[in-house]
Nanobody
């Protein structure tokens, strides 16, 4: 059993920055961030593999968000710059605890999820 604890959410103005963190209680493989805005489905934001730090980003955040991880601390980060009001959502950390052929954006391929942290961007 792996627990994921997110932190770093909050409120920012458009153009501002926030940094999210997610600490895992055990070893994980690929870790990712997803988000869910009111009335919308949960969507992929970014993910990073464990061994070779391969990253994948949603088109909507490319060039603005950066995902990174510290395997010693079992922690993944999401640096969010140039925030837009449409980035407002609950952000969820997700982790895989086994190797899979599924693509990184595949929501169903992650078997552990955090409780979510609110990010609000004002215009």
């Amino acid at each position: 059993q792996v627990q994921l604890v997110e932190s770093g959410g909050g409120t920012a103005q458009a153009g501002g920055s926030l940094r999210l963190s997610c600490a895992a209680s055990g070893r994980t493989f690929t870790m990712g961030w997803f988000r869910q805005a009111p009335g919308k489905e949960r969507e992929f934001v970014a993910a990073i593999s464990r061994g070779n730090y391969i990253t994948n980003y949603a088109d909507s955040v490319k060039g603005r968000f950066t995902i990174s991880r510290d395997n010693v601390k079992n922690t993944v980060y999401l640096q969010m710059n140039s925030l837009k009001p449409e980035d407002t959502a609950i952000y969820y950390c997700a982790a895989r605890t086994s190797v899979t052929a599924a693509t990184m954006p595949s929501l169903g391929s992650y078997n552990y999820w955090g409780q979510g942290t609110q990010v609000t961007v004002s215009s």
